[in-house]
């Protein structure tokens, strides 16, 4: 039988009062949306089309390549949003999956396992359901006293019987395809919201006596609709969960979990330790045995193996295998560590390139630079790379020796086994094998210092 799937993506979202589209908004860093449908790929499916409205063009821009869409102009309810779906769907043999793009939880074996039951009960519908500990603001399921599924009534025009009903809808579905488009011909407007209700083909089954079915969901917290940031905290909060769970099975260690905060995309390798208060965010790499102390934060990185990262910011850069910074170092884009190398407390990097072995260990900034391997930095060194306009480049080769308090003027060049002396302002090339130096020539004023204010205290 020919599986296919509608999402539903159209609305507003007004509940979230926000300029982006309810779909959009993240949860673990990605979008609802995305999350929705990356669980609908888990399913195998003939013919996947998402329902946009509201801010369409910004929605299709982050649709995956070769996904297919329908415009609703107007968001007039639900089984409007399915109807739209009509033209490319509604002569087709088989089942169809309806699921909102706002209930970003509900996994891909739940929808595997929804297909089988509504394949087994032989039902026109099969409807996801769960108990809700609070069910207000969900659709509830109307039972008859033989315990069969009769209607939805949502939460606006719910009697105060029905409101005290906690089975609720999920919001998600199986229908038999053709029943499904022909039923949305005959719902109407007729409720407290005007809306044409995709619920409402449930009661148009029952009474012409076809089956419905309803699959109870063991576990509430995936059924989760999130129309406000209230429930998109809650979201957040089950997500976390769930992929630090997953970390955790995996054998990474989390000192606290409650506290450790890692986006969907991340992947990280067995034995890394990540301590309390770490974020670690977007399309981030972590491999084996690294070691993530509190209060880091990193972003869109590659932290190969045996790792160190303390108490530091890392942003869209790379740490090959035995590199560690901080505390309190800050990587900013576009930063290639190699191996071994060593990034002391309060450095920052960016754009550059640092070789294998290489040490900044206390208080410098490096942009812009081509450092080769087994060079020194000394405290304090700076490479100026700005100069109010204009970025420069810096190039350092092998074994340079970088004294304290170096201002680098770039763009320049310092040889390999060259050595800037400390406090030097370096502002031209220094060759190869060659000793700079760059600064003023000391004197000492013999007995001088008694006709000084400081003197004895005064
Ligand atoms: C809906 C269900 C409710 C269920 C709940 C589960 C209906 C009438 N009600 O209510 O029974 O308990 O979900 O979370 O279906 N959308 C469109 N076009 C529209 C309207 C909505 O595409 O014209 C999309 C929205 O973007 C959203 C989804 O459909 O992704 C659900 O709409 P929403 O307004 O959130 O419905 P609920 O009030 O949550
Ligand atoms: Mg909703």
Wanted: one cysteine or more; hydrophobic letters at 40%; charged letters at 20%.
């Amino acid at each position: 039988m020919n599986k296919f799937a509608i999402v539903l993506a159209a609305g507003k979202g007004t509940r979230m009062k926000s300029a982006l589209p309810k779909v959009l908004h993240q949860v673990a860093g990605k979008s609802m949306l995305a999350h929705v449908l990356k669980s609908v790929s888990e399913v195998e499916i003939a013919k996947n089309v998402v329902i946009v409205g509201h801010e369409a063009d910004r929605v299709i821009a982050t649709l995956p390549k070769g996904t297919q869409f329908v415009k609703q102009v107007e968001q007039l309810g639900t089984g409007h949003a399915v109807r739209i779906a009509a033209d490319l769907l509604a002569n087709e043999e088989g089942a169809t999956l309806v699921i909102a793009g706002d209930t970003p939880l509900i996994t891909g074996e739940t929808l595997g396992a929804l297909f089988d039951y509504h394949f087994a009960q032989k039902a026109t519908a099969t409807i996801l359901t769960a108990i809700a500990p609070n069910p207000t603001g969900y659709g509830r399921i109307i039972r008859d006293e033989k315990g069969s599924v009769e209607k939805i009534v949502e939460q606006k025009d719910a009697n105060d019987f029905e409101k005290s009903i906690t089975e609720i809808n999920t919001g998600t579905y199986i229908f038999d395809n053709k029943s499904l488009f022909k039923a949305l011909t005959e719902i109407t407007t007729d409720n407290a919201q005007g809306e044409y209700y995709l619920t409402d083909v449930i009661e148009i089954f029952k009474k012409a006596g076809q089956t419905i079915a309803a699959h109870i969901l063991d576990d509430f917290d995936e059924s989760l609709g999130v129309n406000d940031r209230v429930a998109l905290s809650q979201a957040e909060g089950t997500m976390r969960k769930r992929i630090n769970h997953e970390h955790m099975v995996n054998g990474v260690t989390l000192i606290d979990p409650a506290t450790t905060y890692i986006d969907s995309e991340v992947t990280i390798g067995a034995e890394t330790v990540i301590e309390a208060n770490v974020t670690i965010k977007g399309n981030t790499f972590i491999g084996k045995n690294v070691l993530i102390t509190n209060g880091s934060r990193i972003e869109n990185s590659e932290i190969h193996s045996n790792c160190e990262v303390r108490n530091s910011t890392v942003e869209e850069s790379r740490m090959s295998v035995g590199s560690n910074v901080g505390p309190y170092a800050h990587l900013r884009p576009g930063t290639v560590l190699s191996e071994e190398v060593h990034v002391g407390n309060f450095v920052e990097i960016k754009s550059s390139t640092l070789g294998k072995g290489t040490k900044a260990g206390h208080l410098t900034y490096i942009g812009n630079a081509t450092v080769g391997e087994k060079v020194n930095f000394g405290a304090g060194t700076i490479t100026a790379n700005f100069d109010g306009k204009n970025k420069f480049n810096t190039e350092i080769d092998d074994f340079a020796f970088i004294g304290s308090n170096s201002t680098i003027i770039a763009p320049l060049y310092i040889g390999k086994n060259a050595l800037t002396a400390a406090g030097s302002v370096v502002t031209e090339d220094v060759p190869d094998e060659a000793v700079e130096i760059g600064r003023g020539k000391q004197v000492n004023k013999l007995g001088r210092a008694k006709k000084m204010p400081h003197y004895r205290g005064q």
